[in-house]
């Protein structure tokens, strides 16, 4: 099974702040990474999908990036809504599999 | 507008079975993979299962793996979680969750808001 492990778990930052989490796949997964946000009694959102391609009406201060083994989350200026909990979930093999999640707040 | 709708949850005793239904409009149902999701209070996000566009290919996380049956019923625009011999590690909000693809290398596009699901005595 592909274990997917993200970093930090937790962070503090504030408005303005160019943000970025790291997700890591036990291996290649080629670019079946997908990111999720999800705020407190919200279902997950879809902001990224395939590593690279932002979700249609997703701010584009969401940028995802990497392939194989290794993939970044980057917010390039956090708002005040982007506050919340982000999973990276990989696609390429089942079992499907989420990173334990990484989450932002308000420094 | 797509919509997935979860009912079915609730408190079962442990070894108990419940099934999980999820009601889907807003789009063709027989086009895409849709999924089980869970989680449990304040932890993350646990793929559960998955079903192929035709029920022709499936899979399940190891957890729930000869506990848990999907299915679906695409003519009714329904999908399904039957599971069975219920533990408390199971106790979860679970999710209807709608994949891009018919396949299973695309991405959760829609979410349901999700069922409770409480395993205890």
């Known amino acids: 099974d592909i274990q997917m492990t993200q970093s930090p778990s937790s962070l503090s930052a504030s408005v303005g702040d160019r943000v970025t989490i790291t997700c890591r796949a036990s291996?290649?997964?080629?670019?079946?990474l997908n990111w999720y946000q999800q705020k407190p009694g919200k279902a997950p959102n879809l902001l990224i999908y395939?590593?690279?391609n932002l979700q249609s009406g997703v701010p584009s201060r969401f940028s995802g990036s990497g392939s194989g083994t290794h993939f970044t989350l980057t917010i390039s200026s956090l708002q005040p809504e982007d506050f919340a909990t982000y999973y990276c979930?990989?696609?390429?093999?089942?079992?499907?599999?989420f990173g334990g999640g990484t989450k932002v707040e308000i420094k | 507008e797509v919509q997935l709708v979860e009912s079915g949850g609730g408190l079962v005793q442990p070894g108990r079975s419940l099934r999980l239904s999820c009601g889907a409009s807003?789009?063709?149902?027989?086009?895409?993979?849709m999924h089980w999701v869970r989680q449990a209070p304040g932890k993350g996000l646990e793929w559960v299962s998955g079903?192929?566009?035709?029920?022709?290919?499936?899979g399940y996380a190891d957890s729930v793996r000869g506990r848990f049956i999907i299915s679906r019923h695409n003519a009714k625009n329904s999908l399904y979680l039957q599971m069975n011999s219920l533990r408390a590690e199971d106790t979860a909000l679970y999710y209807c969750?709608?994949?891009?693809?018919?396949?299973?290398?695309?991405?959760?596009?829609?979410w349901g808001q999700g069922t409770l699901v409480t395993v205890s005595s």
């Open positions: 969750v709608k994949d891009r693809s018919s396949g299973w290398n695309g991405y959760f596009d829609y």
């Open positions: 807003g789009f063709t149902l027989d086009d895409y993979t």
């Open positions: 079903i192929s566009w035709n029920s022709g290919s499936i």
């Open positions: 291996q290649t997964i080629s670019s079946y």
């Open positions: 395939a590593a690279s």
């Open positions: 979930q990989q696609s390429y093999r089942t079992p499907l599999s």
